[in-house]
């Protein structure tokens, strides 16, 4: 279970980092899509996907303040799922490309890796 941990980790990791720089950094592009939220807020929600990308890795890596991890998956989740929702306002069509089909999955894999995480750590 903690190997598959680790590689759900990881890949969400990359997925995180990468999208959240997106936002930040490539903000013309995502306007021209989605005008749901300002700028401000697309920056925010990139700003907060790095940040909790590297909280998903660096905490329990470094066995340093181990609890960090599932918060941060699980901050991830809730912004993903909600980002899924605002998606869905724009369509609901299951198709690779559409950003519902992506963010729906990558927070139920934040999901796992929230619980997975936080019952490793638990006292028993």
């Known amino acids: 279970m903690n190997i598959l941990l680790w590689v759900i980790q990881v890949a969400l990791a990359f997925l995180y980092l990468s999208g ?3 936002k930040v950094f490539k903000f013309d592009q995502l306007a021209s899509n989605m005008r749901a939220l300002s700028r401000g807020g697309w920056r925010a ?3 907060l996907e790095m940040v909790g990308a590297v909280l998903l890795i660096v905490p329990a ?3 340093w303040m181990p609890t ?3 918060l941060a998956a699980a901050a991830l ?3 993903t799922l909600a980002l899924a929702g605002l998606y869905a306002r724009y369509s609901l069509k299951l198709a690779a490309t559409n950003p519902l089909v992506w963010s729906a999955g990558m927070g139920l894999l934040a999901v796992f890796v929230a619980y997975g995480r936080y019952a490793l750590i638990r006292p028993a």
Do not use: H, I, Q
């Open 45 to 47: 929600l990139g700003v």
């Open 68 to 70: 960090l991890t599932p």
């Open 77 to 79: 989740a809730l912004e």
């Open 20 to 22: 959240g720089a997106y």
């Open 61 to 63: 890596a470094a066995k």
